[in-house]
């Protein structure tokens, strides 16, 4: 009775912490007023400071949040930041969403290590900012046979309503797995097997090359200037994609798209 008990137990908490796993935390007030009003979106959590006075936007989240019984707690502004990772803009508001494919890069891991034989790529960005690109980038992934993105919680654009809208809805279904700092997260990649691919328009190696066998991480870099010197020092090699016309680059949507499909053209 005491072992059953005990498994129920574990099964409880492995479930609860599954779920807090997948939760977005959206911040400010207009981001939140859109995500309560923006159809599909689920959510679970509104936090509010204490120092918020209940009137204009605030009330209308507040009645908004009401309305859909989402639960409603009130912080400090320390705390709040403590919650939003951006007390500088968080407004003294932010909410959790509920996103089931959201999951951290742990989760990959262990999918990968139980699997060896099988074969997944993965697309990684470093210091994306542009909210419309992530959303494409977002939309493009989960239409491919991708294992999912790899979005590092720093340096990257956040995943806000703007993101949301460009990816028509599918930020909410797509495998998004996270990461504190995006090195770490590929060091952690490179531990179960993957080998870490630099784009660059430079790269020794063309695209149509790499092997669909095996796992690969994929790395975009910023829309200005590309991968990072530090991102850079985690890749096995950098490839490149094959252009025409004395096209010298494409943008990073586009990018992620040919890349994501690699595997249905290479393979």
Do not use: W
């Not at 908004?64 to 639960?71: F, H, M, S, V, Y």
């Not at 690969?216 to 010197?229: A, K, W, Y």
């Not at 040919?258 to 290479?266: E, L, S």
């Amino acid at each position: 009775m005491a072992e059953s008990t005990a498994e129920a137990e574990k099964a409880r908490y492995t479930a609860r912490k599954s779920f807090f796993d997948s939760l977005l935390t959206i911040y400010g007030r207009k981001p939140v007023h859109e995500a309560l009003t923006t159809p599909g979106i689920s959510a679970f959590r509104l936090h509010l400071a204490e120092t918020n006075k209940p009137t204009g936007i605030i009330k209308e989240i507040l009645d908004l949040a009401t309305a859909a019984n989402t639960e409603i707690c009130y912080h400090s502004r320390e705390a709040l930041a403590r919650i939003s990772r951006n007390g500088r803009q968080d407004q003294g508001v932010a909410i959790d969403i509920a996103a089931p494919a959201y999951q951290p890069l742990a989760n990959l891991c262990l999918q990968a290590r139980a699997n060896p034989s099988t074969s997944l790529d993965l697309i990684a960005l470093d210091r994306v900012t542009n909210p419309q690109n992530l959303g494409l980038i977002i939309r493009s992934v989960g239409a491919s046979p991708c294992a999912g993105l790899l979005l590092p919680q720093k340096g990257c654009a956040r995943i806000d309503p703007l993101v949301i809208k460009a990816s028509a809805g599918t930020v909410l279904k797509v495998p998004i797995y996270y990461c504190d700092e995006l090195g770490n997260g590929l060091q952690q990649l490179k531990a179960c097997g993957f080998k870490v691919l630099g784009l660059a328009a430079g790269g020794a190696s063309s695209l149509q090359n790499v092997p669909v066998t095996g796992h690969h991480v994929f790395i975009l870099g910023n829309e200005t200037d590309g991968l990072s010197p530090a991102v850079g020092a985690n890749c096995d090699d950098y490839v490149s994609i094959p252009l025409s016309h004395g096209v010298e680059s494409l943008n990073v949507s586009a990018a992620a798209s040919i890349v994501a499909f690699r595997r249905i053209f290479c393979g």
